[in-house]
């Protein structure tokens, strides 16, 4: 399901002409309390559009704060 999640982000991309910045882009695995634990541990990032992103225990988005 990651990997289908992430070809979608990189087409979306490359259709548009857009390139992630790496210094301002980081990951966020949301997902049940019974499935973060195995996912979430395992992965310390997520390559999107050719770009290795890691992955944070939170982020803040137009000033909310998920984790």
Same mark, same amino acid.
């Given at each position: 399901m990651l990997a289908a999640g992430t070809i &979608? #982000? /990189?087409l979306r991309y490359l259709q548009n002409g857009l390139q992630l910045n +790496? &210094? @301002?882009s980081e $990951? !966020?695995?949301a997902g049940t309390s019974n +499935?973060?634990?195995d996912t979430a /541990? $395992?992965?310390s990032s997520v390559t999107v559009a050719d770009v290795d992103l890691p992955v944070s225990e939170e982020m @803040? #988005? !137009?000033g909310v704060v998920l984790d």
């Open positions: &979608d #982000v /990189s +790496q &210094d @301002k $990951a !966020l695995i +499935q973060l634990p /541990s $395992a992965m @803040k #988005v !137009l």
